[in-house]
């Protein structure tokens, strides 16, 4: 059997276009919805956010306020670390020359005697750049020299001088720059030598490998 719409057109059509308004409008309240659900929780992410924010800027707060309070603390931290720096540059390549005697009396020949010894340090300028020992590793930069005048029985006596010298860690480059005798034949020699020190012959302090 066969159905037949007895609805004038016009009805039919404004019927249609309600049903199509219903369905619009039902969408519309759908996508309302939804952006009042997003702008919901947004609200409460900035709201989390400036909570988060104030906080930290809170414990920021705390932090500058302890960081100052040790400042001070900071202040003699970096003034000790500048007078050790001074003292370093101070005692740059110091000798200890109660040791060189000790070591000039160890090693100088029973015939023969000294008048006369003198040491020097190549001088540094405090508050510059230390001064570099002249070129080379530590067992050869030289820091200073020492000269020595003295009576000697035979020149055989003053080269055992010389090379016993040059025994001595840091003390190098052994010379003579004259030997006289004193009379004739007499063999008693009045003489004057030097020699170079090294880094070696620095104290440790001087080396500044320890206090």
């Known amino acids: ?7 004038p057109p016009e009805l ?12 619009v409008v039902a969408a519309g309240l759908v996508v309302l919805a939804l952006i009042g659900v997003f702008y ?4 409460q992410r900035l709201s989390q956010t400036q909570s988060d924010l104030e906080a930290q800027q809170s414990r920021n707060a705390r932090l500058v306020s302890q960081i100052a309070s040790l400042q001070e603390f ?10 050790e720096a001074l003292l370093g540059e101070i005692f740059v390549n ?16 029973d015939a023969s005697y000294l008048t006369n010894l003198t040491g020097q340090i190549t001088p540094t300028v405090v508050g510059e750049v230390a001064t570099e020992p002249t070129g ?27 090379t016993r010298l040059e025994d001595v860690q840091g003390w190098v480059n052994a010379w003579v720059s004259s030997a006289q005798e004193d009379a004739p034949f007499s063999r008693i020699y009045t003489f ?4 170079d020190l090294t880094q070696e012959a620095a104290t440790a302090r001087g080396r500044g490998v320890a206090p």
């Not at 059997?1 to 609805?7: D, K």
């Not at 109660?98 to 070591?103: G, H, K, V």
């Not at 050869?140 to 003053?158: D, P, R």
């Open 1 to 7: 059997m066969s159905q037949v719409n007895l609805l």
């Open 12 to 23: 039919r059509e404004r019927q249609a276009i309600r049903r199509t308004t219903s369905l």
């Open 40 to 43: 919901f929780f947004q609200v």
């Open 74 to 83: 900071a202040d003699l931290q970096a003034e000790l670390a500048s007078k």
């Open 94 to 109: 110091e000798v200890s020359w109660s040791s060189a005697l000790l070591d000039v009396s160890r090693v100088i020949p």
């Open 136 to 162: 080379g590793t530590p067992e050869t930069a030289l820091i200073g020299n020492m000269t020595f005048a003295g009576v000697a029985n035979q020149t055989e006596t003053i080269a055992t001088w010389i």
């Open 192 to 195: 004057s030598n030097g020699l």
